[in-house]
């Protein structure tokens, strides 16, 4: 008679690194003076500068993480700094 075969152990989950949720700022460069908020009741994701009060809020999803709504702002910054270089 042979023994029983052991069970293999599953392989440890890896864990994700939290994203961040602080930001610089892109129109007064300080390095952590945005903040990221999510308010899933009313699907809106804001983005507020804490140092010279500038904001940028957009529609967010049950997928949206805060560097999503940070991407979005600097986005959009980056369109009408494009558009200002069209109409001269």
């Not at 999510?38 to 904001?55: F, H, T, V, W, Y």
């Not at 809020?57 to 270089?85: F, G, H, K, M, Q």
Request: glycine share 4%.
């Amino acid at each position: 008679m042979g023994k029983r075969k052991a069970k293999a152990k599953p392989a440890p989950k890896k864990r994700m690194d939290k994203l961040d949720t602080v930001f610089s700022c892109p129109f007064c460069n300080h390095g952590s003076g945005v903040e990221c908020r999510i308010d899933m009741k009313n699907l809106i994701g804001e983005a507020i500068c804490r140092i010279c009060q500038e904001s940028f809020s957009t529609t967010v999803t049950a997928l949206t993480e805060p560097i999503d709504i940070y991407s979005e702002w600097i986005d959009e910054c980056a369109r009408v700094n494009n558009l200002d270089d069209y109409e001269d």
